[in-house]
């Protein structure tokens, strides 16, 4: 260990307590972050130069930790300085007095976790602890989190909060029975058990009910296992049901099933208020109703009025209950659950006293046609008062309001007889052989035993019946069952107030749900055996003189399940109204649906106030609907349609498998889950096909309004996890072959270049590109940055993100990739090599014509541009230039007229046909014409090639105008001549100034290196890159050798001049420069008013030595021409004739 020196190296002269006064806090980690390294062997004079550099400051670190204990007493806000000062790391201290740091630390009581202090055995990473904490910090935050309110923030954010502005949470106390299990009884059981399940008895018949009960709770239990699987796939934060899906399936289904989530829960508050005050005003003060109507025909009419004003009125109650604070919901919350179960217990009680002691409810029959008990004081045509027989009330109403024994009467009254059957004949009595099979019914038709005698008479369908109100069918009875076994998710949205909820929330839900599916099924069959038919298909108990029907069953009086039942309904609708508004409250705060976000604000407190008043207000609809068995296949569909995608999820993750799926609920299945979502896709169209049409379109409008216009959320979901998946599945397909040239289309590889300001330079370059593509296929938009990746990583990520904003901006769908590399060529290089993944490869290379090459010192411009050009061809990739880009359209500028011309020369694939036919498929360009331009030499027919060329884009399904152009042999002009001349002297010229100039270079750089042995190390030197200047000025010493060489170099300059004055141009530049020349005549004269000009883009030379006169002829070729877009193949055909 002897060999081991650490040396201290701040990162910056700031870092040096004593040397920046503009440093207001020395030891936070932002400017006291010291380097260690550790040399096995330095020569002794760098070490020492290291340490001078700083003795300074090691002087004033070193006089402050050898001062005495007592005068840091003196001044205690000295020492808290000095102290702040020699905290810049322990090992520092300890090098510069070992003895001290037991003292600053150990036992230091005014130390705190957040100075900058790292246990010595983890000094190997001490640079990197802001990012990678250690493992007791992690785990010790990890002990000590806390459950946040639903979509409040990430859990990320809220651990970012200053310690002093935390307060203290109370650590969760509830366990599985009152945390979990209580709540979803009180929410699973509800108005539905009370009012309507022993309607749904009579009307389907004891098998068919229990079919219907055991399927709904089926659907409840597959889907109460799917949630535990998820519940317990992590912490679940409060409020977890709307939390589990969103962060299951994605933003865009989280945010659809959560506002269907949120309208089932309002909706149910609807059907809970209408519940209680169908209690209040049928069976506990039916006095109490406004309205009132002589005609019983518009009885019911006047009885759905008075649910429209009592539910308005009990929902402003309700609503201000809640506003005043949910405190009071809680309070009473027990209160209500106790009503419920003695509600239950009542019942139980009631069928086992009729087994042997049944209460005694008569119900009047006329033959087998049930009467009214509301308006029959006695049970008979006539009565004996005193020794005369005289007529009851009953035979007024059927026989003309006559008090005559021989008046005439209704056929049906007069042929049969008046009989009273037992209403509960008890549990010994086996009517549920009766009951066993449905009896569906016509709105309006009466109510028949059909085990009873009668006189098929049809007679007068009076008002005295006992009446069928709505016409009823199975799928009717399941929508307005199902509301009943909903409320399972009431453990998961207590998830922050349990003591450990991934052991809790599956015990206690699927517990409750066992509990109440026995509660249900037993019903089922105890009505069944206990009650007559008649009266479990009377609805409201008219048959019973108005009573609530399993009120008659229950013991010891009715009055135990008509107050219950009340209580138990408003409680219920308390809870509804308390959760709806803090569930849309998260999905506002979780800012997916934009225009929610005004209801993610509330009071001080954070009770959402808005979000309330929505809720409200969308209760109110319900309300007004006024009819509990039309509301409730409306909440039917939205839970249904929750749970479904709860199954979902927990399937999704289960086949995908994703690394995080590590539930701690062992007992579920990817089957089981499929089953679920099955059994709810099934219940939604039975109960209500045209709802269940009408739920999905408006989460499907949730779900593309979110994708379209909502933020960009990720959450690890499930959705993205299945992309992924299904990108790979393609990827791998894509890569079993080449694509067809049917399906070829140009895949964009589109190089900017960026300015010092990391700005694009040519933004119409990717406007361009957006109109080729159209939205469609790979677009890959790279760039080049010049430096190191360590050192540059930041900026790297700026124009990043420059870039995709750009792209945003110009709505191009693709990907961004910028690489940082040490020249731009090589990068270009990399990026054309390197993007795409598999069978999403690029295929066309896009970039622009580098303007200023003429005008440019440094050659390096064209260099990389035929570069490009060279590595593009060995690639097999099509290229497009882009000349004069900057006079391109923008997507707002289309053309009304005009023409696309093609200059089509040599083929090479057939991409000059392809491009024009694909920019008219923008809006831009879909006005102008394609005109296409061939030559013909003195050898060729014109007239056929004319003919030939209309066919062939006849096959191809093109319109274009055709035109043949004809060149001559001509010989070469002097203007040809004198062009090529001046080109060649140019690059001569150009050539031997950086000649000169890279050996003036050289020789200064030898000198500097003479005097500074240590910068060899660094000089780096690029051989293929002729053009590197040096900025550094060094002053040179003159020697006799040296003024020899300067004079022979002045000598060799002058002979350079004189050659260049007296030498020729080459027979094959001249040449080829004659071709851009005539060339770039005829497409002047026939394309100078085109708004777009496309023309094949001949090759490099072989030879890199005439790389410049390259350059030299593409500019000839396309001068005089205001957009130009040279076209390159990748060798292989892009278009077809064939089908």
Same mark, same amino acid.
């Given at each position: 260990m002897a060999s081991v020196r650490f040396m201290v190296t701040p990162t910056k002269i700031d870092d040096v307590p004593g040397l920046s006064d503009t440093s207001p806090d020395l030891s936070s980690r932002s400017s006291s972050r010291v380097r260690f390294s550790s040399r096995e062997s330095v020569p002794e004079t760098s070490r020492s130069e290291g340490l001078s550099d700083f003795s300074g400051a090691t002087t004033s670190v070193a006089t402050a930790a050898g001062e005495p204990a007592s005068d840091k007493m003196a001044h205690p806000r000295e020492a808290a300085e000095d102290a702040s000062q020699t905290s810049i790391t322990g090992e520092r201290c300890q090098l510069l007095d070992p003895g001290r740091k037991k003292d600053i630390y150990l036992n230091n009581t005014s130390y705190e976790d957040g100075d900058e202090y790292f246990d010595k055995n983890l000094a190997l990473? /001490?640079?990197?602890?802001?990012?990678?904490?250690?493992?007791?910090?992690?785990?010790?935050?990890?002990?000590?989190?806390?459950?946040?309110?639903?979509?409040?923030?990430?859990?990320?954010? &809220?651990?970012?909060?200053?310690?002093g502005k935390k307060k203290p949470a109370k650590t969760p106390q509830m366990g599985t029975f009152m945390g979990v299990y209580l709540p979803c009884l009180q929410n699973i059981f509800g108005v539905i058990l009370f009012l309507r399940l022993t309607w749904v008895v009579g009307t389907a018949g004891v098998l068919q009910a229990f079919a219907i009960v055991l399927v709904c709770c089926s659907c409840t239990l597959l889907t109460a296992i799917s949630m535990s699987a998820i519940a317990t796939n992590g912490v679940v934060p409060a409020g977890g049901s709307y939390f589990m899906i969103s962060r299951a399936l994605g933003p865009e289904f989280g945010g659809a099933v959560g506002l269907c989530f949120y309208l089932g829960t309002t909706f149910a508050a609807a059907m809970y208020i209408l519940g209680a005050i169908e209690i209040f005003l049928m069976y506990i003060v039916p006095e109490a109703a406004i309205f009132r109507s002589a005609d019983p025909l518009k009885e019911a009419a006047a009885m759905l009025n008075n649910m429209r004003v009592y539910g308005s009125a009990f929902l402003i109650l309700?609503?201000?209950?809640?506003? @005043?604070?949910?405190?009071? @919901?809680?309070?009473?919350?027990?209160?209500?659950?106790?009503?419920?179960?003695?509600?239950? %217990? $009542?019942i139980y009680a009631g069928a086992i006293k009729s087994s042997f002691a049944p209460p005694r409810f008569p119900v009047c029959m006329l033959g087998n046609r049930t009467l009214s008990g509301r308006h029959v004081d006695v049970c008979a045509k006539t009565q004996d008062v005193g020794n005369l027989t005289v007529p009851t009330r009953l035979w007024g109403l059927f026989c003309n309001a006559s008090k005559h024994l021989n008046a005439t009467c209704d056929e049906y009254f007069a042929h049969n007889n008046v009989t009273s059957i037992q209403g509960i004949p008890g549990l010994a009595s086996g009517i549920i052989a009766e009951n066993l099979w449905g009896s569906y019914l016509q709105k309006g038709e009466i109510l028949e035993k059909p085990s009873a005698h009668s006189v098929d008479v049809l007679g007068a369908m009076s008002q005295e019946y006992v009446l069928a109100d709505i016409t009823t069918s199975f799928t009717l009875l399941v929508g307005i069952f199902f509301p009943s076994v909903t409320g399972i998710m009431a453990g998961s949205?207590?998830?922050?107030?349990?003591?450990?909820?991934?052991?809790?929330?599956?015990?206690?839900?699927?517990?409750?749900? %066992?509990?109440?599916?026995?509660?249900?099924?037993?019903?089922?069959?105890?009505?069944? $055996?206990?009650?007559?038919?008649?009266?479990?298909?009377d609805k409201f108990g008219d048959a019973v003189h108005g009573n609530l029907?399993?009120?008659? %069953?229950?013991? =010891?009086?009715?009055w135990v399940i008509v107050i219950g039942s009340f209580f138990s309904t408003c409680g219920a609708g308390l809870q509804s109204l308390t959760g709806a508004p803090r569930l849309l409250q998260a999905i506002a705060k979780d800012n997916i649906i934009p225009f929610l976000r005004v209801f993610g604000h509330g009071k001080a407190n954070g009770e959402p106030t808005w979000a309330l008043l929505l809720t409200a207000g969308i209760a109110e609809l319900g309300i007004l609907i006024a009819s509990l068995d039309l509301v409730a296949p409306i909440l039917s569909m939205f839970f249904l349609m929750c749970y479904l995608f709860v199954n979902l999820a927990c399937a999704l993750q289960t086949l995908l498998r994703t690394p995080n799926w590590r539930p701690r609920f062992r007992y579920y299945h990817w089957a089981l889950s499929f089953v679920g979502m099955s059994i709810c896709l099934a219940l939604m169209f039975v109960s209500s096909w045209y709802y269940a049409i009408v739920a999905m379109v408006i989460a499907g409008m949730i779900y593309k309004y979110i994708e379209y216009q909502g933020a960009e959320k990720e959450w690890g979901d499930g959705i993205r996890g299945l992309s992924l998946s299904a990108a790979r599945f393609a990827l791998l397909r894509l890569e079993e072959g080449p694509p067809h040239t049917k399906n070829w289309r140009p895949q964009l590889l589109v190089l900017l270049k960026l300015d010092e300001d990391l700005h694009v330079k040519h933004p119409h370059l990717l406007t361009f590109a957006s109109q080729l593509k159209a939205g469609k296929g790979l677009t890959i938009v790279g760039s080049v940055m010049v430096g190191n990746f360590l050192e540059n990583y930041a900026e790297a990520l700026a124009a990043e993100q420059t870039i995709k904003h750009l792209m945003e901006m110009e709505r191009v769908k693709g990907f961004c990739q910028l690489v940082v590399a040490a020249k731009v060529r090589e990068g270009i290089s990399h990026l054309i090599q390197s993007c795409g993944l598999g069978g999403m490869k690029h295929n066309t290379?896009?970039?622009? !014509? =580098?303007?200023? !090459?003429?005008?440019? /010192?440094?050659?390096?411009?064209w260099k990389t541009f035929i570069s490009t050009v060279r590595v593009t061809t060995a690639a097999h990739l099509a290229l497009l230039v882009a000349k004069n880009v900057a006079f391109y359209p923008g997507n707002a500028e289309p053309f009304a007229d005009g023409h696309i011309d093609v200059w089509w020369i040599v083929h090479d694939g057939g991409m000059l046909m392809l491009l024009p036919f694909l920019l008219k498929q923008h809006k831009v360009w879909r006005k102008s014409s394609i005109r296409i331009f061939t030559v013909a030499q003195l050898e060729d027919n014109s007239i056929q090639m004319k003919k030939d060329l209309a066919t062939?884009?006849?096959?191809?399904?093109?319109?274009? /105008?055709?035109?043949?152009?004809?060149?001559?042999?001509?010989?070469?002009? $002097?203007?040809?001549? /004198?062009?090529?001349?001046?080109m060649e002297q140019r690059s001569q010229m150009l050539r031997q100034m950086r000649l000169s100039k890279t050996e003036r270079d050289r020789e200064a750089q030898l000198v500097k290196d003479r005097n500074s042995m240590l910068r060899l190390t660094s000089i780096g030197s690029d051989d293929d890159e002729e053009t590197e200047t040096y900025q550094e000025k060094v002053h040179m010493t003159w020697t006799k050798d040296k003024?020899? &060489?300067?004079?022979?170099?002045?000598?060799?300059?002058?002979?350079?001049?004189?050659?260049?004055?007296?030498?020729? =141009?080459?027979?094959?530049?001249?040449?080829?420069?004659?071709?851009?020349?005539?060339?770039?005549?005829?497409i002047v004269n026939k394309s100078h008013e085109a708004k777009l000009v496309l023309l094949n883009m001949p090759g490099p030379p072989r030879n890199p030595a005439g790389d410049e006169n390259y350059m030299e002829f593409l500019e000839v070729l396309t001068e005089g021409l205001e957009r130009v877009l040279l076209v390159r193949g990748g060798g292989s055909e892009v278009i077809t004739i064939y089908s």
């Open positions: 990473f /001490e640079e990197e602890m802001d990012t990678r904490p250690k493992v007791s910090s992690l785990l010790n935050r990890m002990a000590n989190y806390t459950n946040l309110t639903q979509g409040a923030r990430e859990h990320e954010e &809220a651990e970012n909060i200053a310690e309700m609503v201000l209950v809640v506003f @005043v604070g949910v405190r009071y @919901v809680n309070k009473f919350a027990s209160l209500f659950l106790a009503c419920v179960i003695v509600s239950i %217990l $009542a949205n207590r998830s922050g107030d349990l003591k450990d909820a991934q052991k809790s929330i599956p015990i206690g839900t699927i517990l409750a749900i %066992l509990t109440t599916s026995f509660v249900y099924l037993s019903n089922v069959v105890l009505f069944g $055996a206990c009650v007559e038919g008649v009266v479990l298909r029907v399993v009120g008659t %069953l229950s013991w =010891p009086s009715p290379v896009v970039m622009g !014509w =580098p303007n200023a !090459w003429r005008q440019s /010192e440094d050659a390096r411009a062939f884009l006849y096959h191809l399904r093109i319109e274009a /105008e055709v035109e043949v152009v004809e060149m001559h042999d001509s010989d070469i002009s $002097a203007y040809t001549y /004198e062009r090529t001349l001046m003024y020899m &060489a300067t004079r022979g170099q002045k000598a060799r300059t002058f002979e350079g001049v004189q050659d260049l004055l007296n030498m020729k =141009p080459d027979q094959s530049n001249v040449r080829r420069m004659h071709t851009a020349v005539k060339l770039n005549e005829v």
